[in-house]
C-alpha cells in the first residue's frame, strides 16, 4: 500500500449528550444489581437455595438484556436481526433444563 | 381465481428479493452477531455441563458456618474463593470476583464510549476510551492470573484425601472438593480469559489503526463498533460465569 501523506479533510461532530448520559445509567444500573447480588448472597441464608438461585438467575437475565439491548445496541436493530439472535438461544434454554434434570436423575441412581 | 382481472399486476417485492439489507446492518457486523451467536453456543455447552455434574454430585448440607473442604461433596463457591491480594488470611468471600466483575463491566462502558465518539469521528476520543479499555482487558487478565496461582497453589490447611495431604488444585486433584470442579473452574474461566486476551489484542489492533487514522481515511469507525460487540459478548458471558460458577 502506498503512503499518502495528505489526510482527509475529517469533521467532528460534537458529543451527544443525551446518548452518553444513557449509557452511563446503563452502567450504574448494571453496578447496582451486581451490588444487590452481593447482599443477597451474603443475607439471604442458604437454607433458601432455591429462592436464592431465582433470584440471581433473574438478574443476570436483567443484566445480559441491559449489556446485548443497550451496550451491543440489538434493542434498536431490525425485528428480524432482533429474533434471529434470540430465537436460537431457546435451545440453549432447554438444553439447561434437560441437562440439570438428567445430572439429578444420574445422583439418584449413585445412591 | 377471478378470470375478469385483466390489468397486469406488479409482482409483490419483498425486502428478501434483493437490493435492499433486510437486517439493516453491514455485512461485517452481521457476520460479528452470527459468531458470537455460535459462541454463546459454545459458552452454554461449557456453563450446561457444569450444572448437569454438578447436579450429579451431592451438595454440602450441614450449617455454613462448620464448612470444610471435602471430596464427598461439590464446594460451596463462596469458601472456594475468599482471599483478596496482599491480605493473606483475610476472609473477603467473593470480594475479588466482585472487583473483576466491576473492572470488566467498567472496561464495557469506556468501550461502548468508543463507539459513541466513533460515530462522530472524533479520533481523539476514540484513542482516549480505547486505551481505557485496552488497561481495563489487561487489569482484568492480570486479576484472573493472581486468582489462578491462587486456585493452584492453595493455601490453609491441606484437605486429606485417601491419606494424602493435598494442597491447592489440578486437573486431577482438589483441595476444595472433587476433582471436576477444579476441572471446570480451569477450563471455564481459562475459555474466557483466552476471550478476554483475544479481545485485547483486537482492542490494540483498533487503537493502533485509530492512531494511525486508517478509519479517519476509510470515511468510518465501523470496526470500532465490530470489535465492540465482541467486548460487549465477553462482559456478557463474564456475567453469566459470575452467577452460575461463584454465586450459586
Same mark, same amino acid.
Given at each position: 500500500?502506498?503512503?499518502?501523506s ?12 443525551a446518548?452518553?448520559?444513557? =449509557?452511563?445509567?446503563?452502567? =450504574?444500573?448494571? =453496578? ?6 452481593f ?15 431465582t ?16 451496550f ?9 436481526l432482533?429474533?434471529?439472535?434470540l430465537?436460537?438461544m ?22 | ?32 452477531w ?10 452454554s ?26 471430596p ?14 496482599f ?5 473477603a ?5 466482585g472487583?473483576m466483575?466491576f ?22 476520543a ?7 479499555t ?10 484472573q492470573a ?18 494424602v495431604?493435598?494442597?491447592?488444585a ?13 476441572d ?6 481459562g ?27 476509510r ?10 460487540l ?19
Amino acid at each position: 500500500m502506498a503512503s499518502h501523506s495528505h489526510e482527509p479533510k475529517v469533521t467532528v461532530l460534537p458529543p451527544d449528550k443525551a446518548k452518553i448520559k444513557k =449509557l452511563w445509567s446503563v452502567a =450504574l444500573i448494571l =453496578l447496582i444489581i451486581t451490588v444487590l447480588e452481593f447482599i443477597i448472597a451474603f443475607t439471604v441464608p442458604h437454607e433458601y437455595e432455591t429462592s436464592r438461585v431465582t433470584i440471581f438467575i433473574l438478574m443476570t437475565i436483567v443484566k445480559a438484556a441491559y449489556i446485548v439491548g443497550e451496550f451491543m445496541h440489538l434493542r434498536h436493530e431490525a425485528k428480524v436481526l432482533i429474533w434471529s439472535i434470540l430465537i436460537p438461544m431457546v435451545f440453549v434454554i432447554w438444553m439447561l433444563v434437560a441437562f440439570v434434570y438428567e445430572g439429578m436423575a444420574i445422583f439418584n441412581t449413585r445412591l | 381465481m377471478a378470470s375478469t382481472s385483466t390489468s397486469v399486476q406488479t409482482p409483490g417485492r419483498s425486502v428478501w428479493d434483493g437490493g435492499v439489507s433486510p437486517m439493516g446492518a453491514s455485512y461485517g457486523k452481521l457476520m460479528m452477531w452470527f459468531f458470537l451467536l455460535s459462541d454463546a453456543f459454545t459458552f452454554s455447552a461449557l456453563l450446561i455441563t457444569y450444572g448437569l455434574v454438578r447436579s450429579a454430585h451431592p451438595g454440602y448440607d450441614g450449617p455454613i458456618d462448620d464448612y470444610v473442604f471435602s471430596p464427598a461433596y461439590w464446594p460451596v463457591p463462596e469458601k472456594v474463593f475468599d482471599a483478596i491480594p496482599f491480605f493473606h488470611g483475610l476472609e473477603a468471600p467473593l470480594v475479588f470476583v466482585g472487583i473483576m466483575t466491576f473492572i470488566l463491566i467498567m472496561s464495557s462502558v469506556t468501550m461502548v464510549l468508543a463507539v459513541e465518539a466513533g460515530h462522530r469521528m472524533d479520533r481523539a476520543a476514540v484513542e482516549k476510551w480505547m486505551l481505557w479499555t485496552i488497561v481495563g482487558g489487561l487489569t482484568f487478565l492480570g486479576c484472573q492470573a493472581w486468582e489462578w496461582t491462587h486456585f493452584i497453589v492453595g493455601t490453609g490447611t491441606p484437605t486429606i484425601i485417601d491419606g494424602v495431604e493435598v494442597f491447592g488444585a489440578n486437573l486431577v486433584q482438589n483441595q476444595y472438593g472433587p476433582p471436576d470442579f477444579a476441572d471446570f473452574f480451569f477450563f471455564i474461566t481459562g475459555f474466557h480469559g483466552f476471550h478476554v486476551f483475544s479481545g485485547v489484542c483486537l482492542n490494540f489492533l483498533i487503537y493502533y489503526n485509530t492512531v494511525t487514522g486508517v478509519y479517519d481515511r476509510r470515511g468510518h469507525y465501523e470496526m470500532v463498533e465490530k470489535v465492540g460487540l465482541y467486548w460487549h459478548f465477553v462482559d456478557l458471558v463474564w456475567v453469566f460465569v459470575f452467577t452460575f460458577f461463584y454465586l450459586v
